[in-house]
């Protein structure tokens, strides 16, 4: 099963939960093909989408690993990361982070390989060898760009788990196994994989299974914790352990919560019955096992387990019946609290649904999994999506029955953002019609803010360009629709439209629609753009001795009239009006004022620039001539 790699927000240091919008059931898009038709994929490995949206998947095809790098919303081509090895690449893993961050570690004959983008702006760098030996990688990144990797190496005598950390740009090892319960075990191998969640606070927890039990340690950085512990228990419900292992773990923001989920076999009455439980690691010590399958001692079993927290614990511990092959869901509540068991979906199948649990949004999650109805239909991509404080939604069909039968136990996942989008990406088809698919759930983009101030806008142009500030949205592309007077005026990607059709003298009402590619919008509240193409009217007399110290009067006439046949309140009105003297000196009129006064105090030839300016922007301007003479002495 494919775990998503999400990183965790730093709960223990925010303290109560920030307020958030509602998010609503997000719309599909589309399904888009990322890869093929091509018999060449062997599957797809893994899916990450950090808080910020940015993120990516991998897949194998023809011995090599690939990668589509997600942002914006949008896959872009994959890009092979292998080049230059042998094509025998296999076990590829992903985690993102903000920023566009992006890790990608891969085993290529023996040899652990790691892979990583500093940044959305910075290339994909070539494949750095991490440790020989090598298998079972498992990768996951917090919120704060530290990542862990964790993974089983041989040792000559068996196989030991191995933790690398990420911080800086940087790799480094942690010295030591963390497997010490038995220097004989072999541990992280076949059902005993190891498995990492990094909580938000930038410590991780490596779970993996070893001499048929399950034990986690914690790494802070290179650090590992002194002891390990054991998440298995001796019996449950009166049914005898026999083995345990597939462990998969997940934690919030608060490394002192993780919850490890695991398959146990257990022998009761004489028959074995497999069972999904999970186990609450809170600082150093378990809380005690419980079921989180649902069913009863010694009925069907239930395997397949995997789990997912948010920042704040909320999230699931999935599980599927091995006979009737549904798939049912443990709701995990705040910090990682048990809560009850439900099935997902409600349409019998004929093959293992493989469920797939998500992070979407602070406090929401969803649940993608397989529907295969047998000889009725092709087997589908499902999913059921819960917004914060509500139930699961309705079920949701995200694939397309015309691209043939998905095929989950290929690979199947799903990821979100901090925003409650999220994407879910499988394999489709079989041969040479073999497809890696994805589909993006988006919720409703951010409005468009009208740019206005606080007055209206004014023009002085028939077709003036009107501006809004962009959505907010991290996935898009986004589309905006401008209507002008209620009638739809243009479409556009970018935050400015010029009104391609002439727009008469006067006030009128603009809005702008944020659109995506689901077919969801959010309108801001309508704003007003004033266009006046006409200038100002101006006319100016003089009056008064022309000689030095003499007072000049200055007479001044103006409005602003609308076009012919227009009513005068189609017009903006005065803004202001300015005289330059000549003299060095101005004097700014305030609206109103129709009569001024002047002195020079030097004869000499002067220039009187008159410039009246409306609240568009149109000006008039009057320039008079004057000598002024010398002052006459009795």
């Given at each position: 099963m494919l775990r998503c790699a999400l990183g965790g927000l730093l709960a223990a240091l925010l303290g109560a939960a920030p307020a958030s919008a509602a998010l609503v059931e997000p719309s599909p898009s589309p399904p888009i093909v990322i890869d093929g038709p091509s018999a060449a994929i062997t599957g797809l490995n893994g899916l990450s989408v950090a808080r910020d949206g940015s993120g990516g998947l991998v897949y194998v095809k023809a011995g090599h690993v690939f990668v589509s790098v997600l942002a914006g919303g949008q896959f872009q081509p994959p890009v092979e990361l292998d080049a230059g090895l042998p094509p025998a690449s296999s076990q590829p893993v992903i985690a993102a982070g903000n920023?566009?961050?992006?890790?990608?570690?891969?085993?290529?004959?023996?040899?652990?390989?790691?892979?990583?983008?500093?940044?959305?702006?910075?290339?994909?760098?070539?494949?750095?060898?991490?440790?020989?030996?090598?298998?079972?990688?498992?990768?996951?990144?917090?919120?704060?760009?530290?990542?862990?990797?964790?993974?089983?190496?041989?040792?000559?005598?068996?196989?030991?788990?191995?933790?690398?950390?990420?911080?800086?740009?940087?790799?480094?090892?942690?010295?030591?196994?963390?497997?010490?319960?038995?220097?004989?075990?072999?541990?992280?191998?076949?059902?005993?994989?190891?498995?990492?969640?990094?909580?938000?606070?930038?410590?991780?927890?490596?779970?993996?299974?070893?001499?048929?039990?399950?034990?986690?340690?914690?790494?802070?950085?290179?650090?590992?914790?002194?002891?390990?512990?054991?998440?298995?228990?001796?019996?449950?419900?009166?049914?005898?352990?026999?083995?345990?292992?597939?462990?998969?773990a997940a934690a919030g923001g608060d490394s002192s919560f993780v919850d490890v989920a695991f398959q146990e076999t257990v022998t009761c009455g004489g028959g074995p019955q497999t069972r999904v439980l999970v186990n609450q690691l809170q600082a150093g010590q378990y809380d005690g096992a419980v079921p989180a399958d649902g069913v009863a001692a010694g009925g069907e079993s239930a395997g397949d387990p995997d789990v997912v927290m948010a920042e704040y614990g909320q999230g699931f511990v999935t599980s599927e019946r091995q006979t009737s092959h549904a798939a049912f869901a443990m709701e995990l509540g705040g910090n990682g609290g048990f809560g009850g068991v439900?099935?997902?979906?409600?349409?019998?199948?004929?093959?293992?649904?493989?469920?797939?649990?998500?992070?979407?949004?602070?406090?929401?999650?969803?649940?993608?999994?397989?529907?295969?109805?047998?000889?009725?239909?092709?087997?589908?991509?499902?999913?059921?999506?819960?917004?914060?404080?509500?139930?699961?939604?309705?079920?949701?069909?995200?694939?397309?029955?015309?691209?043939?039968?998905?095929?989950?136990?290929?690979?199947?996942?799903?990821?979100?953002?901090?925003?409650?989008?999220?994407?879910?990406?499988?394999?489709?088809?079989?041969?040479?019609?073999?497809?890696?698919?994805?589909?993006?759930?988006?919720?409703?983009?951010?409005?468009?803010?009208?740019?206005?101030?606080?007055?209206?806008?004014?023009?002085?142009?028939?077709?003036?360009?009107?501006?809004?500030?962009?959505?907010?949205?991290?996935?898009?592309?986004?589309?905006?629709?401008?209507?002008?007077?209620?009638?739809?005026v243009g479409q556009t990607g970018a935050t400015a439209l010029q009104v391609p059709s002439l727009l008469a003298d006067g006030p009128h009402t603009w809005s702008v629609t944020a659109g995506n590619p689901a077919g969801l919008s959010s309108a801001a509240k309508s704003a007003r753009v004033f266009v006046d193409t006409v200038a100002p009217r101006l006319a100016s007399a003089l009056s008064g001795a022309r000689q030095a110290g003499a007072t000049l009067s200055l007479r001044l006439s103006y409005r602003d009239a609308p076009p012919a046949g227009r009513p005068g309140r189609d017009a903006s009105g005065v803004a202001s009006l300015t005289i330059h003297w000549g003299d060095g000196t101005t004097s700014r009129v305030t609206a109103g004022t129709h009569r001024l006064t002047h002195r020079y105090a030097r004869a000499g030839r002067y220039r009187i620039t008159i410039t009246v300016f409306d609240r568009a922007g149109n000006r008039t301007t009057e320039v008079r001539r004057i000598k002024i003479a010398k002052a006459r002495h009795p």
């Open positions: 920023g566009g961050v992006l890790l990608v570690g891969f085993i290529n004959a023996g040899t652990l390989y790691v892979v990583d983008r500093a940044s959305s702006s910075a290339p994909l760098a070539a494949p750095e060898p991490l440790s020989g030996g090598a298998a079972n990688p498992s990768l996951q990144m917090s919120n704060f760009g530290k990542a862990y990797l964790a993974f089983t190496a041989a040792d000559g005598a068996g196989h030991d788990v191995r933790a690398a950390y990420y911080a800086g740009g940087a790799w480094s090892l942690e010295p030591t196994p963390l497997n010490a319960v038995s220097a004989a075990d072999d541990a992280g191998t076949g059902a005993g994989a190891p498995a990492v969640a990094t909580a938000g606070d930038g410590v991780a927890t490596v779970a993996w299974g070893e001499g048929g039990h399950i034990y986690t340690r914690r790494v802070w950085a290179t650090a590992a914790s002194v002891v390990d512990e054991q998440a298995d228990p001796s019996t449950v419900g009166g049914c005898a352990e026999v083995s345990a292992g597939h462990p998969v439900l099935q997902v979906g409600g349409t019998p199948g004929t093959s293992a649904p493989d469920p797939v649990p998500a992070i979407a949004g602070l406090f929401s999650d969803l649940i993608a999994w397989q529907q295969d109805p047998g000889t009725t239909g092709p087997a589908e991509i499902r999913m059921r999506y819960e917004p914060r404080d509500a139930a699961l939604g309705p079920e949701t069909v995200v694939s397309n029955p015309a691209q043939g039968a998905t095929d989950a136990a290929r690979g199947l996942a799903a990821a979100g953002d901090s925003g409650g989008d999220a994407a879910i990406a499988w394999v489709q088809g079989s041969g040479s019609s073999t497809e890696i698919v994805a589909e993006r759930l988006y919720q409703a983009p951010g409005a468009a803010t009208p740019v206005t101030g606080k007055a209206p806008v004014y023009a002085r142009t028939a077709q003036p360009v009107l501006r809004w500030a962009a959505s907010g949205a991290s996935w898009g592309p986004i589309t905006y629709t401008v209507k002008v007077d209620g009638t739809v």
